[in-house]
């Protein structure tokens, strides 16, 4: 039977409107994930000053005060800081709240900005020489981007912090106000965890904090699904000030935990030592495995004197040059849809996207001469099983044209903006198929874009090694993953 806090969340996520709900970043922590969360914090006594940012209807603070309550703390007095811009929501708040009273609770409920109220305290608590305020931290932060010139953005400067959403500069913000030693569990999207967007809050957050535990969904829709939140989301638990040791990865399917797995690994299979983006590694293995097992697989694309690059063309800037078949003129250009696991189908039909653009003087700069290349996907569906998807181009599917088009949404694996030898770009073709390719990449990657970057983080097999993977593939119509995963055999 539904507690009436969830029924209250239920009714609010199918009452407020899609805008709304955009409008604020902010939505309800379900029941069974607000107390997996409080379970995170470890067992403590004496006084507790608790911050709960982006209150809400109180999911979160009333799981923490359950704990309180059923002995899993214990602490002789709580103080809450409930914040909750909303304040349609303080009634349900207050609600949630004066369900957990007990003698050594107090409680304050306001509607203060977070981030302007927590950036006037820090400044002024530097100034003056003030310790941080609170021993816990508890929150499910408001997912929305900020604009570079907000006034949000500019209030977060005055105080060191540079990050582009308001979920991690919740968390930054509640990192600097809690007390060396004390304790913060939240639920934020995976983003943050690579990219150069999120490289200064990845600075900030590692310099300050300690890991100590992640859980990760296997699926990105579970932990809101009554929002139809498509987001991968993870939940942390961080100490303010500790010193890094092993870090709990925990998993499960979904919100209702029961399938829990959890193992410990060393804090160097989260974040590589000496590794200059402060990338954060959530590993879903109880053992390192995969491609780190493979001694042959150490090398960098620059290594092998191979480049990738983003498809320079971006179909809407050159409409009047798009044809939707081949014609005199014009020359192939390639979209994901033109892909399929094993070849190239072109031209092909009713897929809405045009398959020729016009080689001219206009075009001309953005076209790759004729060759064999591979390329990957930049986008993967929002549940679909991969998140690397290559295919390999072969010049011989267009016939006797010179130059081909490549679009936005394809990376492409090139020599200097030219072709690849065959067999070493049916060798990657074949490598960035495999299993242990794609755990590797989910690793440093919580989002369903594949960008450049990501794919110059990984290590790949000698140029020899790849040739052999392609040399094996070659003239096959059919490759099952199970084959392409037993391919890395050849290179060991």
């Known amino acids: 039977m539904l507690s009436e806090l969830e029924r209250t969340r239920l009714r609010l996520s199918k009452e407020t409107s899609r805008q709304r709900k955009s409008s604020l970043g902010q939505f309800f922590t379900p029941g069974s994930t607000a107390a997996f969360m409080a379970q995170l914090f470890p067992a403590a006594g004496g006084e507790c000053r608790l911050l709960d940012p982006g209150a809400g209807i109180g999911s979160l603070t009333a799981a923490f005060l359950a704990r309180w309550h059923a002995g899993g703390f214990r602490f002789d007095r709580v103080s809450v800081d409930a914040i909750e811009l909303d304040s349609t929501l303080h009634g349900s708040l207050a609600a949630t709240i004066a369900g957990h009273e007990r003698s050594g609770l107090s409680v304050r409920i306001c509607s203060d900005d977070f981030i302007h109220s927590a950036v006037e305290t820090i400044a002024r608590?530097?100034?003056?020489?003030?310790?941080?305020?609170?021993?816990?931290?508890?929150?499910?932060?408001?997912?929305?981007?900020?604009?570079?010139?907000?006034?949000?953005?500019?209030?977060?400067?005055?105080?060191?912090?540079?990050?582009?959403?308001?979920?991690?500069?919740?968390?930054?913000?509640?990192?600097?106000?809690?007390?060396?030693?004390?304790?913060?569990?939240?639920?934020?999207?995976?983003?943050?965890?690579?990219?150069?967007?999120?490289?200064p809050f990845r600075e900030y957050l590692l310099d300050r904090v300690a890991i100590r535990h992640i859980h990760l969904f296997d699926s990105r829709s579970a932990a809101f699904r009554d929002d139809a939140v498509l987001q991968e989301n993870v939940i942390l638990h961080l100490e303010r000030a500790g010193t890094q040791g092993a870090v709990t990865i925990s998993t499960s399917t979904d919100d209702s935990f029961t399938d829990l797995t959890a193992c410990e690994h060393p804090s160097s299979d989260i974040v590589g030592d000496g590794d200059p983006e402060r990338i954060i590694h959530v590993p879903t293995g109880s053992t390192q495995g995969g491609l780190s097992a493979i001694p042959g697989?150490?090398?960098?694309?620059?290594?092998?004197?191979?480049?990738?690059?983003?498809?320079?063309?971006?179909?809407?800037?050159?409409?009047?040059?798009?044809?939707?078949?081949?014609?005199?003129?014009?020359?192939?250009?390639?979209?994901?849809?033109?892909?399929?696991?094993?070849?190239?189908?072109?031209?092909?039909?009713?897929?809405?996207?045009?398959?020729?653009?016009?080689?001219?003087?206009?075009?001309?700069?953005?076209?790759?001469?004729?060759?064999?290349?591979?390329?990957?996907?930049?986008?993967?569906?929002?549940?679909?099983?991969?998140?690397?998807?290559?295919?390999?181009?072969?010049?011989?599917?267009?016939?006797?044209?010179?130059?081909?088009?490549?679009?936005?949404?394809l990376n492409v694996f090139h020599q200097n903006r030219g072709g690849l030898p065959e067999q070493l770009a049916r060798g990657l073709f074949v490598f960035l198929q495999t299993t242990a390719v794609d755990e590797a990449f989910r690793r440093f990657n919580g989002h369903t874009q594949v960008n450049v970057k990501d794919l110059t983080l990984l290590r790949y097999p000698s140029r020899e090694g790849l040739e052999r993977l392609g040399a094996w593939a070659t003239g096959r119509t059919e490759l099952t993953q199970e084959q392409v995963d037993d391919s890395l055999g050849m290179l060991k």
């Open 297 to 409: 697989v150490r090398y960098t694309l620059d290594e092998l004197g191979i480049k990738v690059s983003t498809g320079p063309v971006v179909d809407f800037r050159f409409k009047e040059h798009l044809r939707a078949m081949p014609e005199s003129g014009s020359v192939p250009l390639l979209y994901p849809a033109h892909f399929d696991r094993v070849s190239v189908i072109w031209p092909a039909e009713g897929i809405r996207k045009p398959n020729a653009i016009m080689h001219n003087q206009t075009t001309e700069r953005w076209l790759y001469p004729a060759g064999y290349y591979c390329v990957v996907r930049r986008f993967s569906s929002k549940e679909e099983a991969r998140r690397i998807v290559p295919g390999v181009v072969d010049p011989a599917v267009f016939g006797d044209v010179t130059m081909l088009g490549f679009e936005n949404h």
């Open 125 to 199: 608590d530097l100034f003056s020489g003030s310790p941080p305020r609170y021993t816990h931290v508890i929150l499910n932060p408001p997912y929305k981007k900020m604009a570079s010139d907000s006034a949000h953005r500019l209030a977060l400067r005055r105080v060191g912090i540079e990050t582009v959403n308001l979920y991690s500069a919740f968390l930054a913000l509640a990192v600097e106000l809690t007390e060396h030693g004390g304790q913060i569990v939240a639920i934020v999207p995976r983003s943050f965890c690579n990219g150069p967007y999120y490289r």
